[in-house]
């Protein structure tokens, strides 16, 4: 088929380049020339494993390539963002609807069209077919719409791509049939059809459900905090019970995706999503509470003789900004929140940590320099790298562990056990 996915980012690339590997036709739309030009010298313009040789391989064997403005196409694939106003808590559905205004001039009518970015129920219907229905009202009913969300992550895209089960809905069960046809060209996994606001809804659901676990571990990590116990250590017994499986804390909740779906539900039913409203609330809080143990170390660290302070100025290292470990995705990232916090504080200077990224809007340190130099070692993301530090380096510091990087080190102090730990 000739396919035109429109939006070339972190999902729309690597679904360009793999439906082009199925042997499908593809020309990539994006209005970022950066992406662009990238896609045209064969070339990938972010980090993620896997995509750039299979954007290379695709673009050689001349099945993909990718323009500014749409052109006709068989099916149009829609993966444009779909960010929350963090004020309102409402999708933001600009860039979708900018999409479906951008093809629809391009459609002759018995195309596929396939929404796949994450979205409020009912978008499909009223921010992508109704949108083109009013551009083109020569079209009504002559096009085939589907909803198909996007399960993958960042780190194993590529690999979750095509090994994921998808759900497919369509507007119709003509489009449904249509949509299933087309995803089982390149899926492994199961290809489920349902209802387009099955589909939207089930996509939301799966984000909320994770984010109400981590919200869990997050909260008993405050809990442990006021009873003076590891939180590591609580959760790892109780997941010795047979039923039991709490997820470990973190400073918060990012990515794309967990931090921002459950409030496209809430808002869409206030009334009756208190518990994922308070989910939110918990892991949107975190960051500070991290912030304010940081803050603990350094006044301590001051007090103390048996730390080091390596001037008037106590020196934090805040490792990882990525908001989860080993990428280079910085988005929604609570470990950015925990800096921003603290970035303002006097009588302490910031050394920051992210070697999956060249730079950022602050300077960055480099890992090795960081370690050596600061009086505080605060882990805000556990790369392996952070991991694998020498046994030694942290003696003397003060650390504060926010995603449990650290456990098992013989020179940062713990009440956990090996065994418990293991
Ligand atoms: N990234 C993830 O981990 C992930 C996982 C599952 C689902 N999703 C969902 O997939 C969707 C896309 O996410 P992403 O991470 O790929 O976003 P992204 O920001 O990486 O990519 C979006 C691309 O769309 C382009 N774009 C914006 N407006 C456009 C327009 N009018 N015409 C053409 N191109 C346009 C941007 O330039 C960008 O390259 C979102 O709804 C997201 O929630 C993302």
């Not at 949107?284 to 940081?294: E, H, L, Q, R, T």
């Amino acid at each position: 088929m000739r396919i035109s996915v429109i939006g070339l980012g972190y999902m729309g690339l690597p679904m360009a380049a793999v439906l082009a590997r199925a042997g499908h036709e593809v020309v990539g739309v994006d209005i970022n020339p950066k992406a662009v030009d990238a896609v045209n010298a064969g070339k990938c313009h972010f980090a993620e494993p896997g995509v750039p040789e299979i954007v290379a391989e695709a673009h050689k064997s001349g099945r993909l390539r990718a323009v500014a403005k749409p052109e006709a196409a068989e099916a149009f694939i829609l993966s444009l963002p779909t960010p929350v106003d963090h004020t309102t808590h409402k999708a933001d559905m600009s860039f979708v609807e900018a999409g479906a205004k951008a093809i629809a001039p391009v459609l002759k009518g018995g195309e596929l069209v396939i929404m796949e970015s994450t979205s409020p129920v009912g978008a499909t219907e009223a921010n992508v077919r109704d949108v083109i229905e009013k551009l083109r009202p020569d079209l009504v009913g002559m096009v085939a719409y589907v909803f198909c969300p996007e399960r993958a992550i960042p780190g194993n895209t590529l690999h979750e791509m095509v090994h994921n089960d998808r759900l497919v809905g369509g507007l119709t069960e003509a489009a449904t049939a249509r949509g299933v046809e087309l995803y089982k060209t390149f899926c492994k996994g199961a290809v489920i059809p349902t209802q387009a606001r099955v589909a939207e809804l089930v996509k939301l659901v799966e984000n909320a459900s994770r984010d109400a676990q981590i919200a869990f571990a997050n909260e008993l990590s405050l809990v442990c905090d006021q009873l003076g116990m590891d939180a590591w250590d609580v959760i790892a017994l109780a997941n010795r019970h047979p039923r039991v499986n709490i997820f470990n804390p973190g400073p918060g909740v990012g990515g794309h995706c967990i931090a921002v779906d459950p409030w496209f539900i809430i808002h869409a039913a206030p009334k009756v999503t208190p518990f994922m409203k308070a989910a939110r609330e918990v892991n949107d809080s975190k960051p500070a509470f991290v912030a304010g143990k940081v803050r603990e170390s350094v006044k301590r660290v001051r007090g103390s003789q048996g730390l080091r302070v390596s001037g008037s100025r106590v020196k934090v290292a805040c490792l990882g900004l990525a908001y989860k470990p080993d990428v280079d995705y910085l988005r929604e990232s609570p470990s950015i929140a925990v800096v921003e916090e603290l970035a303002g504080d006097e009588g302490l200077e910031l050394m920051i940590v992210e070697p999956h990224i060249e730079s950022w809007d602050k300077p960055l340190t480099k890992l090795d320099k960081a370690i050596k130099e600061a009086d505080v070692v605060v882990a805000l993301t556990g790369h392996k790298v952070f991991k694998e530090l020498p046994e030694g380096a942290l003696a003397g510091k003060a650390v504060v562990d926010s995603c449990g990087v650290f456990r098992r080190r013989g020179d940062v102090s713990s009440t956990v056990s090996q065994e418990v730990q293991a």
